[in-house]
């Protein structure tokens, strides 16, 4: 694994490169998760550096208790960069005194429900035909997805946060 990269917050003058990298992977610079829009260049978000390219992108929200990701994305594949978004992520959530990481996901989403499992989130709610409703709101939402996948449905996954307390890791009952 190359840990050559380095993270950073994104950047206004970051935000038309990071504008061209959501529309190359999400079809414009808006997202809709559970009935909500949200343009990109309104979030806050991180990037991973390399070679002074943007080689992966995360962007997220804290509301309460509740840390949210709402993109993320690697532009070059093993070489751990979502890992270590997901974990400064992680690190600013902790500082900030949430109590869970969470996202929402599409059903054929196969890649990112391994990712994330793997990396400690757990299935918590399954909203079936969400994404219909998410047309309405952007109708560019593709019909099919991963693997000839009809995408219907959204899945919210959560994990979290370890706290410290005299050098033990303890969870928190998120």
Partial sequence: ?????????ILENDQNTVVEII???WGDATIVVHGEFFYVADLPGLKAILEDQIVGILHYRIEGKECEILTLASLVEGQGIGSTLLETLESIA????????????TNDNLHALG?????????????PG???EARKIKPGIPLVGDFNIPIRDEL?????IKHTINGKKIETSA
């Fill in 23 to 25: 529309s190359r992977l």
């Fill in 115 to 127: 990712f994330y499992q793997r990396r400690g989130f757990h299935l918590v709610k399954l909203y």
């Fill in 130 to 132: 969400q994404v219909s």
């Fill in 1 to 9: 694994m190359n840990k050559s990269f380095r993270i950073e917050n």
């Fill in 156 to 160: 919210k996954l959560e994990k979290p």
């Fill in 94 to 105: 902790l500082t900030a005194n949430c109590e869970k990481l969470s996202l929402t996901t």
